[in-house]
């Protein structure tokens, strides 16, 4: 059965930094790709990280590129957010691509492409 589950969520201040840790299970991150999603009330939800840990493939948006990065290993994937902003306020969610599709670094991951998708964790920035 496949499973995320996000944690690490919180408070911080801004220009502090927080890990956000995305725990899979029931297929592995060699074979699927990973995106990290963000929800703001009153907007869609958008992609700002993608993942392909095989092609090793990342995607940034420009929102978030030379602040956040993700990484991986074993079964766990890692959303490192430095410098955050108030804008950075949401709720954040990994999710897996299980079609097989690899990430591309100048496209954004599409909401409809992932198929199985966490709880969620909320971020909260206070300025």
């Known amino acids: 059965q496949v499973r995320l589950v996000e944690s690490g969520g919180g408070l911080v201040h801004t220009g502090g930094s927080l890990t956000l840790s995305c725990a899979v299970s029931g297929f592995s991150l060699d074979d699927y790709a990973i995106g990290w999603f963000r929800h703001t009330p009153g907007k869609e939800r958008h992609g700002i990280v993608c993942?392909?840990?095989?092609?090793?493939t990342k995607y940034y948006a420009d929102s978030v590129k030379g602040r956040f990065t993700v990484d991986d290993a074993g079964n766990m994937v890692w959303l490192h957010m430095n410098n955050v902003k108030p804008e950075d306020s949401a709720v954040y969610y990994c999710?897996?691509?299980?079609?097989?599709?690899?990430?591309?670094?100048?496209?954004?991951?599409?909401?409809?492409?992932?198929?199985?998708w966490g709880q969620g964790t909320q971020v909260t920035v206070s300025s």
């Open positions: 999710a897996a691509d299980l079609s097989g599709q690899v990430c591309r670094e100048d496209y954004p991951p599409f909401v409809g492409s992932f198929h199985s």
């Open positions: 993942l392909s840990t095989r092609s090793g």
